[in-house]
């Protein structure tokens, strides 16, 4: 079974320029979540969506940060314009959704260091 | 709202001794916990979870934990520690929302170090 793939694995970029985020999810898994994890902290949830709906973004800074899965498969996190606190490891996850409490697989992740 | 709390930053531990990483949760209803380990440059892997049933939950790489409720503690533990099992180790609750789905908090990391 192949995990979760995600893309670019390292970037750099300056501040206030865009930087975009893809991730694919295990086959049959219809919850996704993008997790941010600053250097020292734990994972920070984002986003998750459960097919293509949002279920969950309170913690998703709206004014520069976007995502969507538009065919509840794939996804792409972007964040427009990028400041010096968006450095850290973007994580995508994903999960079976139901009523039981199913562990979550994680991708390698993307370092993000914005200079 | 759910959460958990790791209280040591590091844990080292001699190989071959026994281990325990500490998380205790704070929950209203059944608590739903998990343990993920992160080794260097990688994405977290899962190793055990509790849901319900017997209080000690058997995981992967020879890991267990000891589920606690008067406690409300959720230690991870193994008998005898590794060189290879220093890395970043993860407590999280499962926290539903008003939506009726659920999302997943994780604790701060303990990092967990094996000295040969």
């Known amino acids: 079974e192949a995990g979760v793939a995600q893309s670019p694995r390292y970037k750099i970029i300056e501040k206030r320029q865009s930087v975009a985020f893809w991730c694919n999810p295990i086959s049959g898994h219809a919850t996704l979540y993008w997790y941010q994890q600053i250097l020292g902290q734990g994972p920070k949830l984002l986003i998750q969506f459960q097919n293509n709906g949002v279920v969950d973004d309170s913690q998703l800074p709206k004014d520069r940060f976007s995502a969507e899965r538009l065919k509840g498969v794939d996804s792409t996190l972007k964040i427009q314009p990028a400041k010096l606190e968006d450095s850290a490891v973007y994580l995508c996850?994903?999960?079976?959704?139901?009523?039981?409490?199913?562990?979550?697989?994680f991708g390698p992740g993307t370092r993000l260091t914005v200079t | 709202a759910q959460s958990v709390a790791q209280p040591e930053d590091q844990v080292n531990v001699a190989e071959g001794n026994p281990l325990t990483v500490k998380c205790t949760y704070s929950v209203s209803g059944n608590p739903y916990l998990f343990w993920y380990v992160q080794y260097p440059n990688r994405g977290l892997q899962f190793l055990l979870k509790?849901?319900?049933?017997?209080?000690l939950v058997k995981g992967s790489y020879g890991f267990e934990a000891e589920f606690n409720k008067s406690q409300t503690s959720f230690h991870l533990k193994k008998p005898a520690a590794l060189v290879s099992d220093s890395a970043l180790y993860f407590c999280?609750?499962?926290?539903?929302?008003?939506?009726?789905?659920?999302?997943?908090?994780f604790g701060t990391g303990t990092r967990l170090k094996v000295l040969a």
């Open positions: 509790y849901i319900t049933g017997d209080n």
């Open positions: 996850a994903s999960s079976l959704v139901g009523q039981r409490p199913y562990e979550q697989y």
């Open positions: 999280a609750v499962r926290d539903m929302l008003t939506s009726g789905t659920y999302k997943y908090i």
